[in-house]
């Protein structure tokens, strides 16, 4: 039920002035993707944000004061996965970069694709919904999802003004609260994007078809979380035979159980170094990276890293503070 979804709070109201900007830029680097954060002013500096995962996507709510965000080449090689962002500002106009650049007024969004790099000017003032999306589930709604990256949604009248609509109301904390299914409102967010794409038309060239091991590993990331997944599982999801299956990671030179556990190792280290999960139990995070349990998700962590769950948070938690 989507009242039991927790809702992870972050804010700089109990953060030294002085070090406000360096926290949230962790929050970011942790919550979205790795990037680089300016503000004029620094002391004056301030920002709340809120998020809910919800599997393929997470739903996150910024606001602040006046900031600039952006990626450059290191970031984009340190970023861990492949997502797209559906991003809109519902108190003012804002101002950004990604494949061209783009002016746009309050509720209307942006389409971004983490392999680009982006630039991010926020006014003071500025309440973003900000939809972070896996890459393999945008693909289950948008066969090229290339048409709509860097483009500007909702100026005039049609299926992206409806989808900008619906998304400003997306808040974590909606969803926590409401007696809707959650599943109905993803879903209902996919149609609308597909139905959004259709009004740009297909784009040339088509972007090139995503290699065998690629499409696996995105279904996996969206499937990692669950402690019974098997490779059965993943493999009717991308329509392939199981003996096929297995061989895709053997031309990769590598295995489904290798790849499996190195993706929830790696979710459970960003959770552990990040702010926004440090009412998490040891536990609660585990279960959440798809491991059965925190003895199991311990045993990892210490074969990789040397280092024990509550070291690596707490060497996180002090580096941030």
Same mark, same amino acid.
């Given at each position: 039920m989507s009242e039991l979804l927790p809702v992870l709070k972050w804010s700089t109201d109990h953060v030294d002035a002085g070090q406000r900007l360096d926290y949230y830029a962790d929050a970011l680097n942790c919550s979205i993707v790795p990037m680089q954060l300016d503000a004029p002013g620094q002391a004056g500096f301030y920002a709340h944000m809120d998020a809910v995962e919800l599997g393929g996507l997470s739903v996150i *709510?910024?606001?602040?004061?006046?900031?600039?965000?952006?990626? +450059?080449? /290191?970031? %984009?090689? !340190?970023?861990?996965? *492949?997502?797209?962002?559906?991003?809109?500002?519902?108190?003012? +106009?804002? /101002?950004? %970069?990604? !494949?061209?650049?783009?002016?746009?007024?309050?509720?209307?969004?942006?389409?971004?694709?983490?392999r680009f790099a982006t630039d991010i000017q926020s006014p003071s003032a500025y309440d973003y919904i900000h939809v972070k999306l896996n890459a393999g589930w945008v693909r289950q709604w948008l066969p090229v999802p290339a048409v709509m990256t860097g483009a500007k949604l909702g100026a005039q009248a049609g299926w992206g003004q409806v989808l900008c609509a619906f998304a400003a109301g997306l808040t974590p904390q909606f969803l926590a609260q409401s007696s809707q299914r959650v599943s109905q409102m993803v879903d209902h967010l996919g149609s609308l994007l597909a139905l959004t794409a259709q009004e740009y038309g297909t784009p040339a060239p088509r972007e090139p078809a995503a290699e065998p091991i690629e499409k696996i590993r995105d279904l996996m990331q969206q499937m990692c979380a669950s402690?019974?997944?098997?490779?059965?599982?993943?493999?009717?999801?991308?329509?392939?035979?199981?003996?096929?299956?297995?061989?895709?990671?053997?031309?990769?030179?590598?295995?489904?159980?290798?790849?499996?556990?190195?993706?929830?190792?790696?979710?459970?280290?960003?959770?552990l170094g990040s702010p926004l999960c440090k009412r998490l139990s040891i536990a609660e995070i585990a279960h959440r990276a798809g491991f059965c349990d925190a003895s199991h998700l311990s045993a990892v962590v210490r074969s990789r890293s040397g280092q024990t769950p509550s070291q690596i948070r707490r060497h996180a938690l002090c580096d941030a503070a």
């Amino acid at each position: 039920m989507s009242e039991l979804l927790p809702v992870l709070k972050w804010s700089t109201d109990h953060v030294d002035a002085g070090q406000r900007l360096d926290y949230y830029a962790d929050a970011l680097n942790c919550s979205i993707v790795p990037m680089q954060l300016d503000a004029p002013g620094q002391a004056g500096f301030y920002a709340h944000m809120d998020a809910v995962e919800l599997g393929g996507l997470s739903v996150i *709510h910024q606001r602040g004061s006046e900031h600039r965000c952006y990626t +450059g080449q /290191r970031d %984009l090689a !340190r970023n861990g996965g *492949h997502y797209y962002h559906l991003i809109l500002n519902r108190a003012c +106009g804002w /101002r950004a %970069l990604h !494949r061209g650049a783009v002016q746009l007024a309050p509720g209307e969004a942006l389409f971004i694709d983490s392999r680009f790099a982006t630039d991010i000017q926020s006014p003071s003032a500025y309440d973003y919904i900000h939809v972070k999306l896996n890459a393999g589930w945008v693909r289950q709604w948008l066969p090229v999802p290339a048409v709509m990256t860097g483009a500007k949604l909702g100026a005039q009248a049609g299926w992206g003004q409806v989808l900008c609509a619906f998304a400003a109301g997306l808040t974590p904390q909606f969803l926590a609260q409401s007696s809707q299914r959650v599943s109905q409102m993803v879903d209902h967010l996919g149609s609308l994007l597909a139905l959004t794409a259709q009004e740009y038309g297909t784009p040339a060239p088509r972007e090139p078809a995503a290699e065998p091991i690629e499409k696996i590993r995105d279904l996996m990331q969206q499937m990692c979380a669950s402690p019974a997944l098997t490779a059965a599982q993943v493999a009717a999801a991308a329509g392939m035979p199981l003996r096929s299956f297995h061989r895709t990671f053997t031309r990769a030179q590598s295995t489904f159980g290798s790849t499996l556990t190195q993706m929830r190792y790696q979710r459970a280290i960003d959770m552990l170094g990040s702010p926004l999960c440090k009412r998490l139990s040891i536990a609660e995070i585990a279960h959440r990276a798809g491991f059965c349990d925190a003895s199991h998700l311990s045993a990892v962590v210490r074969s990789r890293s040397g280092q024990t769950p509550s070291q690596i948070r707490r060497h996180a938690l002090c580096d941030a503070a």
